[in-house]
T-cell receptor, first 116, second 117 residues
Framework: GAGVSQSPRYKVAKRGQDVALRCDPI?????LFWYQQALGQGPEFLTY????????KSGLPSDRFFAERPEGSVSTLKIQRTQQEDSAVYLC??????????????FGDGTRLSIL | AQSVTQLGSHVSVSEGALVLLRCNYS??????LFWYVQYPNQGLQLLLK??????LVKGINGFEAEFKKSETSFHLTKPSAHMSDAAEYFC???????????????FGKGTLLTVNP
């Protein structure tokens, strides 16, 4: 497809389970971002990749959160031992060459994660 | 550090009326500024952006915003609201970290726009 694709769209997990969220960016986009959007809030930055390199993970809330992009394309956000406070919409965004900061980020529709 | 403040979590207008959504930012360097719109159960769609140059920026769906450095503001306007404009609107700021390439966005908390018939 032409846009950023995220799967699954909805995920329900029991507290303590591990989850994996997938992001398929726009083909050729070098930069990939993950954001967390709590109910009624704006998105908050989690982590940033340039190709396969994770250059910024300062927004990850705990060491239970882990992201990877091994081949510089698809990315996976993994949350271990989920807690109720992890319930949120997780948004992925991609953009073109990182040297051109004026390029906008294109967002996927997100994965809505609910922890019971 | 950068931050965004959106004044008014909820704005209600009548169809055909002026839309004004307020955004103030703080940034240690000249910022890039964005407005995004989010419809229910969807991701964010870019409305418009300011990088450099002309301070009045026109976007999609008849929206525009004016960058006012002296007021550190980037308010979003539309002359005549349409029912289809009902959505959540987010203002965002981005600045490249020194020596880096990360243009991560910092968002405001959003403003929910309702349009009454």
């Amino acid at each position: 497809g032409a846009g950023v694709s995220q799967s699954p769209r909805y995920k329900v997990a029991k507290r303590g389970q591990d989850v994996a969220l997938r992001c398929d960016p726009i083909s050729g986009h070098v930069s990939l971002f993950w954001y967390q959007q709590a109910l009624g809030q704006g998105p908050e930055f989690l982590t940033y990749f340039q190709n396969e390199a994770q250059l910024d993970k300062s927004g990850l809330p705990s060491d239970r959160f882990f992201a990877e992009r091994p081949e510089g394309s698809v990315s996976t956000l993994k949350i271990q031992r989920t807690q109720q406070e992890d319930s949120a919409v997780y948004l992925c965004a991609s953009s073109g060459h990182p040297g051109q900061g004026t390029q906008p980020q294109h967002f996927g529709d997100g994965t809505r994660l609910s922890i019971l | 550090a950068q931050s965004v403040t959106q004044l008014g979590s909820h704005v209600s207008v009548s169809e055909g009326a002026l839309v004004l959504l307020r955004c103030n930012y703080s940034s240690s360097v000249p910022p890039y500024l964005f407005w995004y719109v989010q419809y229910p159960n969807q991701g964010l769609q870019l409305l418009l952006k300011y990088t450099t140059g002309a301070t009045l920026v026109k976007g999609i769906n008849g929206f525009e915003a004016e960058f006012k450095k002296s007021e550190t503001s980037f308010h979003l306007t539309k002359p005549s609201a349409h029912m289809s404009d009902a959505a959540e609107y987010f203002c965002a700021v981005s600045e490249r970290e020194s020596g880096g390439s990360n243009y991560k966005l910092t968002f405001g908390k959003g403003t929910l726009l309702t349009v009454n018939p």
